[in-house]
């Protein structure tokens, strides 16, 4: 588990405090302690970061810290493991309150990567977390290799080649996802826009999600010319 922590963040810091290892990056990611029966991590600020593997298994009745106990013989998702990772460092470098502009939408640095999408979804008020974590995930499990960004104030998601294919807003009563080739795509999403091109889909807070059907045209989405243009 050591290993995977630097390997998810090589800007790691390690110490021993406490009679334990201390892993921090901008404030301390976690903990390290041996028990009998468990290898326990405890997250400092795990009840801040999202956890859609649901790795976190012990302390989960408090408001800030969530531990991983590992047993003998259990794997852990070294994926998902590592994205939990990559959160909780970006939930460090997250002011404590962030900002929230007008409908409810978080203000988050404009930024590359799986960090600033983390932080954007933490930072989602009520049930609109969720929805961020549940289409964040279909994306990750629908288009391997996905690139991610934060752009004014919205994660985007795209191909290396072919650009940004989707993306989405918090608004007051929903949280609108937008697919850029959206008219290309089999069915064509249900929202107009008034660009030609673009195809919306707002979600409100009963609303069931077809995760089938999204998953469907994030896949045609990703195989299009997107918007923009992304490289290494």
């Known amino acids: 588990m050591r290993a995977l922590i630097l390997e998810a963040d090589p800007g790691m810091a390690e110490e021993w405090k406490w009679n334990t290892p201390v892993w921090a990056h901008h404030g ?8 009998s029966e468990v290898v326990k991590l405890t997250f400092a600020r795990g009840a801040r970061i999202p956890d859609p ?16 106990d590992i047993r003998e013989g259990q794997r852990v998702d070294v994926g998902a493991f590592k994205a939990l990772v990559k959160a909780a460092v970006a939930a460090n470098s997250m002011p ?5 502009l007008s409908g409810g939408n978080p203000q988050i640095a404009k930024g590359e990567g799986d960090a600033p999408v983390q932080a954007y979804i933490a930072a989602m008020p009520g ?6 974590r549940r289409l964040d995930a279909i994306v990750a ?18 191909v290396e080649g072919l650009g940004w294919f989707l993306s989405f807003h918090t608004f007051a009563n929903y949280v609108k996802v ?20 673009v195809r919306y889909l707002d ?21 299009l010319p997107g918007w923009g243009r992304i490289s290494m």
């Open 28 to 35: 301390i990611v976690c903990t390290g302690e041996a028990y």
């Open 53 to 68: 593997a649901s790795l976190f298994n012990a302390s989960l009745g408090g408001s800030t810290r969530r531990a991983i």
């Open 96 to 100: 404590a309150r962030p900002k929230v």
């Open 127 to 132: 049930w609109k977390r969720d929805i961020g």
């Open 141 to 158: 499990r629908s288009v391997p290799g996905v690139r991610k960004a934060v752009k004014w104030n919205s994660p985007f998601y795209g």
């Open 178 to 197: 937008a697919f850029f080739r959206g008219v290309s795509l089999r069915p064509v999403p249900p929202g107009e826009s008034r660009h030609k091109d």
């Open 203 to 223: 979600i409100r807070e009963d609303d069931e999600l077809d995760e089938a059907q999204l998953a469907s045209w994030m896949k045609q989405a990703s195989r």
